[in-house]
């Protein structure tokens, strides 16, 4: 590393990433969990190459039903994690300007993952879920309100043919437009190269023209079997051409078992790859080899305030990509009703969290309210409620991201102009996070 500062930013990052159980170099969502790229051509930290982090990766560290404590404690002994955080808020705190704050609050969610493990290991009192929330958002916990989306969609769907009875006009507009699974490849391919042109036309013209070049949307899509999750987006970034350059490779994992429609769809790849995910983390690795954003934007994370705006910018992605900021200024009644579903599960994703940490219902009841309030299919709500919503870090923290960071970003976009908003989304201006991004919008 270049400086004392990188390398407690690499061991901070990966550090606690291996102490959850994550691993950045696994190519598969199944293997990764906290850190979500590391397209540097650094040196891996200490935090990744002792000999005792490869055991705590594999026995799932934090996360596992049962922690291998031996293994854990030998990690910690070797390589102080706590401390490498420490530095980094200390060092952040010395800074001025975008960087400093950026990194001050990286650290301090990093202060909670900590806590949180210390409290599974019994070394540590309990985490209130109050801290969780107001440390990544900047505001207390609050329930989802879902009536305004739900009004919306009863219309559109009455219009489409699929009056009555909300649920079941949901399940049947959405088994009536079912992707076939073995299609999705295919799909795939052609809404990346239509959510790509959209892109631009309606991004690109807003953006340096040092980014032309960068492609947005170089992805593979692979089915994955029995996941925990609906999709995972992995973010490569490692692959190099002839001359060096990155080639900005991702792969997005697809659950076998989802239930989504062909507009769902669509809208998911506007969330996981073009103006989403991928768009965002290619431009934010073309800025970091032109040395305009430091390390930490090569090592970004989850559970942070910078996921809960990248969450924000990839639900607002179909809109981007379209150039406009309401539902109803779709071209299409399907694409306006798979949004809103959509959206409604981002808002399930924060009241399962809501439920599970502030009211403590049992599963069944979260799963219930929000299949019947929220409209998820059953897959969905019983993870949502369960392997997601029960889980002591992303139910209290990066359940509420979602919501959260959808309203900020449609917030910023209906009130300032495009020539200003979407360069600061995408970095431009300096890499951001949910609490920085308005200032640099608003200077």
């Keep these: 590393m270049s400086s004392t500062l990188e390398t407690s930013i690499a061991n901070a990052i990966l550090g606690m990433d291996t102490l959850w159980g994550g691993d950045v170099m696994n190519p598969s969502g199944v293997g990764r969990f906290i850190a979500d790229s590391w397209f540097s051509d650094e040196p891996m930290p200490l935090a990744y190459t002792h000999p005792s982090a490869a055991r705590v990766r594999a026995s799932g560290g934090v996360s596992a039903k049962e922690p291998d404590r031996a ?8 390589v102080d994690v706590h401390g490498a955080v420490q530095h980094v808020a200390m060092s952040a705190g010395k800074m001025k300007g975008l960087r400093g704050s950026y990194l001050l609050g990286l650290a301090q969610c990093f202060e909670i993952m900590w806590d949180l493990a210390m409290e599974i290991l019994d070394k540590g ?12 958002t900047g ?67 807003y953006l340096p023209k040092s980014f032309k070049d960068v492609p947005r949307a170089n992805v593979a899509f692979l089915p994955i079997e029995n996941a925990w999750f609906s999709g995972s987006m992995n973010y490569l970034g490692r692959a190099r051409k002839a001359d060096g350059s990155p080639e900005y490779e991702a792969t997005y994992e697809l659950n076998a078992a ?23 983390f290619a431009y934010l690795q073309n800025l970091y080899i032109k040395h305009k954003v430091g390390l930490e934007a090569s090592i970004l994370t989850m559970n942070t305030r910078a996921a809960a705006l990248f969450e924000g910018i990839a639900n607002n992605g179909i809109l981007i990509a379209y150039g406009v900021t309401e539902i109803h200024d779709l071209p299409d009644r399907d694409l306006q009703i798979g949004l809103l579903l959509a959206l409604l599960q981002d808002d399930a994703k924060n009241q399962s969290s809501y439920l599970t940490w502030q009211d403590n219902l049992k599963q069944k009841a979260v799963a219930k309210i929000l299949r ?23 139910g209290r923290m990066y359940l509420p991201a979602y919501r959260f960071g959808t309203e900020l970003v ?23 996070d949910a609490l920085t991004i308005e200032q640099v919008i608003a200077s």
Excluded: M
């Design 372 to 394: 019947n309030e929220f409209l998820v299919s059953e897959e969905r709500a019983g993870k949502l409620s369960g392997a997601w919503g029960r889980h002591p870090l992303l």
């Design 71 to 78: 293994a854990l404690e030998k990690y910690l002994k070797a």
């Design 410 to 432: 449609a917030r910023l976009r209906r009130q300032y102009p495009a020539d200003k908003v979407l360069p600061a989304l995408y970095g431009c201006n300096g890499l951001v």
């Design 125 to 136: 009192e309990a985490v209130p879920y109050d801290r969780c929330v107001r440390t990544l």
């Design 139 to 205: 505001k207390a916990p609050e329930p989802s309100d879902p009536v305004a989306k739900r009004q919306l969609l009863a219309e559109l769907l009455a219009s489409a043919g699929h009056g009555g009875d909300l649920l079941k006009g949901v399940d049947g507009w959405r088994k009536a437009r079912l992707v076939p699974s073995k299609s999705i490849p295919a799909l795939g391919a052609a809404f990346i190269a239509q959510y790509d042109a959209l892109s631009d036309r309606n991004l690109a013209p």
């Design 258 to 280: 989802l239930q989504i429609s062909i507009p769902e769809f669509q809208q998911l790849v506007s969330h996981e790859v073009v103006p989403g995910h991928v768009t965002t």
